[in-house]
């Protein structure tokens, strides 16, 4: 149940970390690159691809998941009169 729900909270971070991610590197880099007064290529400012956003949603949802596991096996492993006795 714990690592069931961590990963629905990671897939609603990736949902919403991804487009705000690149939503501000649109704003972040060009400001930049006008602050020192240079014109960046297309290849530093062309960065996301499909194939790369879907592999950073999916690294938000297994860092959420593998973060439960522990807290979840340790948990499995108590019996219900050890629990009750921490409540």
């Given at each position: 149940m714990t690592v069931t729900s961590m990963a629905v909270l990671g897939v609603l971070g990736?949902?919403?970390?991804?487009p705000l991610g690149i939503a501000a590197h649109r704003v972040v880099v060009?400001?930049?690159?006008?602050?020192?007064?240079?014109?960046?290529p297309d290849s530093m400012t062309?960065?996301?691809?499909?194939?790369?956003?879907?592999?950073?949603?999916?690294?938000?949802?297994?860092?959420?998941?593998?973060?439960?596991?522990?807290?979840?096996?340790?948990a499995a492993r108590l019996t219900v009169a050890e629990v009750l006795r921490n409540e």
């Open positions: 990736s949902l919403l970390g991804v060009p400001r930049m690159a006008a602050g020192l007064d240079i014109t960046l062309a960065v996301w691809h499909p194939p790369l956003l879907a592999v950073l949603a999916l690294a938000g949802v297994a860092i959420a998941v593998v973060g439960a596991l522990v807290p979840a096996r340790r």
